[in-house]
């Protein structure tokens, strides 16, 4: 699992993911977890578009954020994705974002998913399975 | 309380807000939220806009969502908004997001705030300090 | 075509829209636009979700965009549809967006678009084509 | 003017950025072609950020913008940035948005701006007005 644990993703602000207060509007922290899980899904073979379209829905059951520091416009920092097995049918990530200029603790959160089918049945194909161990 | 509590404001899924799944992507979840949340604090004569361009800035810092399940395009649901005090700094909002059709509970969520000056230093303006009594 | 030319949506400025120049951000605009495209579908019996569905694909191709002026935080506006057939595989739509309050012209569009099927074919169903008449 | 021609930024498709329809939803174009505009004008040594806070907003007036082809889940592209002078007091961007497995043309767009100080004149700074020589 080492490797796994190591998996982050560098990103930049962009200025329209900013609100009126100048700082990242809190929902698009959540973007940047999404992109970052489905990127290290994509690293371990496993493509979200792909499970998409064969009837396999990832699904999200809880997030817990906690916002630490805001990021502005310019800032470049990293998102983090560490899989973790909760349950026979759960499985979750623990995500953090970094300011990269001085390693700045952004964000620390904890998603947990599970994947089901297009009858809403769970439904965690052998991958998903080995993946979270 | 009684008033505050049963806030709820009634809006419909746009097409643009769902993803490839066909449901309404998780971070959209926290922007019907933080809508709920600021047409509440207008009904208690508090604008975020005008807070913010006095130098008062509300600010999440936790954030839990439960996914019950998933809205889809069409939907029409309401999103409720109960204000919590938390702490004397930190003052928190219980919020709902329930399907108009057939009252199926879509999210569950605790969001977490405090209020900061324009130095960072936390500061509750008399009128947020008396709404979260 | 009367009734159709008069469609318009009522909508209210979200906090979230609105970017660091404190205004709505650019690409929000187009949001709207397309909401009230998909809203006017409806009311003539053709719904965005259930034609991807069935693989009726349709496809902007064209989009014209003059900013007359702009949206902020708490703006209560309209956004306006009128249906127009621009050859027999394309048809359009003119938009434009007025703040309520003062009716003031905030944007006039010209939306050009194109169904496709699922092999990526032009392919207007009689419904479509019908309603560009 | 060669070096500012040949701007262009690379970026990748993120799954939230798709829609029902499985591809890049028509808006999201416009964040791309902004945040390259951005990027464009910081290698200018022009922060659209710092502009904002010094009073000088940046203001779109008009978009046009050809969607010649899709991109889906997992694309890389890039967006090229190329100013023009349009008037004295109008400014613009030529962007193209190009797929780069196989240089697949996916926008074609044209984006005009002007320059206003917080008073709502127009005013372009020495720096803009040099730019756009």
Redesign the interface.
Known sequence: MESNSSFSLQLKV???E?????IV????Y??YL??AR?EFL?TQGL???KL??EGI?L?????????LS?L???DQFSVSCEPVRISPLRFGFRQNITRLTDNKAIITAMVTATSINTKGRPFLSPEIDRLFG
Chains 1, 2, 3, 4 share one sequence.
């Open positions: 962009r200025d329209y900013c609100d009126m207060q100048g509007n809190n929902a698009n959540q973007h999404e992109h489905h994509l493509s979200f578009a998409t379209a829905i699904v999200v059951k809880r997030i817990e954020i906690e916002y805001p502005r416009s310019g």
